[in-house]
């Protein structure tokens, strides 16, 4: 028997842009033909891929400096970065990812021996045309984002937490991303005063300090699995474009993204969620900081409005 195509897939972070990953790359575990696969990612992403059970391999970034030169038959740099070109340059001999003119660093497509230029407008789709023309393979159009919570997990989320209960992610990579302490606070007191279900605000990693004055409802220094726990045990989860509320689409859950300087089109909850865009005339302008408040221009009133709305369905 010959052996599997050893493929090298890269896409070392964010949180979301990784969950967006697993699930373009999904289809490697329901084709026929055999690869052997390898995942490049940030260790402390490590977590999500308890049950991707098409990758056979995690490597962090460090311990890429010790692969073989030229060790993959196949490299699929799913990041675009200069930085992950390099890693594409030495470890694979085919070494694939988009066309320039995708790229936020274009310098990077002169590593690749394949670029592709894809037809398709959401990350997740494009990451999987991506995918399929690295390796040939014909998509199912199949979309599995493989994330799922144990029952020991769930049990730890229903002791803590009531049945019944609605999540706001108020913290963002990027400031123009982030929800301003002052709209938390709006957003909580209009909650209380219209909603009966109990509202808990789940913030990022070092975000803790910016967000202590809410701290009645804040939820803080969870560790990625107990934050996707408290995610899957929810009605509803309201927040910016940031990794947990991908998480939270991933889970299945029901989401209200606010968007601001992302596009909505290319970065939305993959599948069905509700999008509501921020005011600024120059949304989805991928600013990391302004002037403008952003993401914290929407309305508050129209959030609790549209959160009201999707919890009566």
């Known amino acids: 028997m010959s052996q599997p195509c050893s ?5 070392l972070s964010s949180l979301g842009d990784v969950v967006h990953a697993i699930g373009a790359a999904s289809i490697l575990g329901r084709i026929e033909r055999s ?4 995942w490049a990612v940030k260790k402390n992403y490590f977590p999500l891929f308890r049950d991707v059970c098409f990758v056979d391999e995690l490597v962090g970034a460090k311990e890429l400096l010790s692969i073989p030169l030229k060790r993959f038959d196949v490299v699929v740099d799913l990041q675009g970065l200069l930085k992950t070109a390099a890693i594409s340059l030495f470890t694979g001999k085919k070494r694939c990812g988009f066309d320039r003119k995708y790229l936020k660093e274009p310098l990077a497509s002169l590593a ?3 670029r592709v230029s894809p037809q398709k407008l959401h990350v997740v789709e494009m990451m999987r045309e991506l995918i399929c023309e690295s390796l040939s393979i014909e998509d199912d159009g199949v979309y599995d984002f493989c994330l799922r919570v144990s029952e020991d997990e769930k049990d730890w989320a229903r002791r803590r937490f009531p049945e019944k209960y609605a999540v706001l992610l108020p913290s963002a990579a990027w400031p123009t991303k982030a929800l301003s ?3 938390c606070r709006r957003f909580v007191g209009m909650w209380l005063a219209r909603s009966d279900v109990p509202l808990f605000l789940l913030c990022g990693i070092g975000d803790e300090g910016r967000l202590r004055g809410l701290s009645p409802w804040l939820l803080s220094n969870l560790p990625l699995r107990k934050a996707m726990a408290v995610l899957e045990g929810s009605l509803l989860v309201i927040g910016p474009d940031t990794g947990l509320l991908h998480v939270a689409a991933a889970l299945g859950k029901r989401c ?3 968007y601001g300087p992302s596009l909505w089109e290319r970065n939305a909850p993959f599948g069905d969620a509700e999008v509501i865009k921020c005011l600024c005339p120059s949304a989805g302008c991928f600013k990391r900081s302004c002037d403008s408040s952003c993401t914290s221009t929407i309305p508050v009133e129209q959030v609790i409005d549209k959160a009201l709305e999707l919890l009566a369905l």
């Open 112 to 114: 690749y021996t394949d």
């Open 7 to 11: 493929v090298l897939l890269v896409k």
């Open 256 to 258: 209200l993204g606010l």
């Open 181 to 183: 302490v002052s709209w």
């Open 35 to 38: 690869f052997k696969v390898t």
